[in-house]
């Protein structure tokens, strides 16, 4: 399956004894649907060299194979295309997310003053760990406040939820406000979010922004 939730489709044609076996460009175009055509190329290459096998820009391919050897083309081909897709994936979320950054940290430039915010910060939380996050504001007379984009994924409600949980055990914890781009998207994901951070969307008022960065 790709990340999309579509099925890995391989092509097989034959001529005389011999198999040409290709994804006939699907995980580029699956790509393609996603947004992240131009972070699929890169990987894909890179994969093709490492499984054996060819690819043109478009499509995995195996140019010539025998029948003995035919299931585990089939296989190897439709790994490479799933595999290459992943990783586009990956790339696409990195970048959104970089770039959910970059629009928080101007956010709350334009709220606040540049020299009160700080962007890519790290903070240790309880455990010791070193904790990354997106963007700090230290206001006179307040706790620092500590926001972070959270997307809608799973993984990223956990991450996020274990980030602000330790961070909030630590000794003169900062407050914590997790950015969404909708909270209904999250479903019971929120209540999960909520309990170590408060819960605000991109088009939250600048009222309340500075509300939560002034809270005690």
């Known amino acids: 399956m790709y990340p999309g939730g579509s099925t890995v ?7 005389d ?27 894909a ?25 035919l299931p585990s ?23 959104t997310f970089e770039d ?8 709350l430039v334009r709220v606040f003053e540049p020299k009160v915010v700080k962007k890519n910060v790290e903070i240790i ?24 984009p959270v997307t809608k994924h799973p993984n990223s409600v956990a991450h996020a939820s274990m980030k602000f949980s330790d ?7 900062p407050q914590r406000v997790a950015v969404v781009s909708d909270r209904r998207e999250l479903g019971t ?4 979010l909520s309990r170590s951070a408060n819960v605000i969307e991109d088009n939250e008022t600048n009222e309340r922004i500075r509300r939560l960065a002034l809270a005690a």
Not at 100 to 107: M, V
Not at 126 to 145: C, D, E, F, N, Y
């Open 9 to 15: 489709v391989v092509r097989i044609e034959q001529g």
């Open 17 to 43: 004894n011999r198999f040409f076996v290709s994804d006939i460009g699907l995980g580029h175009q699956e790509a393609e649907l996603m947004g992240a055509s131009s972070m699929y190329s890169r990987p």
């Open 45 to 69: 290459r890179v994969i093709a060299e490492e499984a054996g096998v060819r690819f043109d820009n478009q499509a995995f391919f195996v140019l010539e194979t025998s029948r003995e050897e």
């Open 73 to 95: 083309a089939v296989v190897t081909i439709a790994n490479c295309s799933q595999h290459a897709v992943m990783r586009a994936a990956d790339a696409l979320t990195e970048k």
């Open 100 to 107: 959910r950054k970059t629009k928080l940290y101007e956010r």
């Open 125 to 148: 939380g309880a455990s010791h760990q070193k904790w990354p996050v997106a963007a700090i504001v230290s206001l006179p007379g307040a706790r620092p406040t500590v926001f972070e």
């Open 167 to 173: 961070i909030a055990l630590s000794e003169n914890a």
């Open 189 to 192: 994901l929120l209540t999960v």
